[in-house]
């Protein structure tokens, strides 16, 4: 469990009025599990969005490099074309 969840379960248990050295340790059973299973689901989170975050960045670097070529492709268009007529 991360130190930041077990600092807040400590927290928690300290206002319920468990005692606070007992904390998150002391728990076993249906709430142990509850809180083993929120570690979980953060880990896994966090594992999601930094696998989102680098989908996006390579779709962004995607959609930069076609701008690009595009960009290449008009400026080539305007040298091409003839300056001003007389």
């Known amino acids: 469990m991360s130190d930041a969840l077990r600092a807040a379960v400590d ?3 300290t206002a319920a009025g468990w005692p606070a050295r007992k904390g998150s340790a002391a728990l ?3 709430p142990g599990d509850l809180l083993d299973e929120l570690a979980r689901r953060g880990r896994d989170a966090r594992t999601q969005l930094s696998r989102h975050g680098g989908q996006a960045r390579d779709e962004v ?3 930069l490099e ?3 070529r595009r960009l ?3 400026e080539e268009l305007i040298q091409a074309t003839p300056k001003g007529k007389p």
């Open 72 to 74: 290449g492709s008009l």
């Open 28 to 30: 076993s059973g249906a």
């Open 11 to 13: 927290r928690t248990l």
């Open 61 to 63: 670097s995607r959609q």
């Open 66 to 68: 076609l701008i690009e």
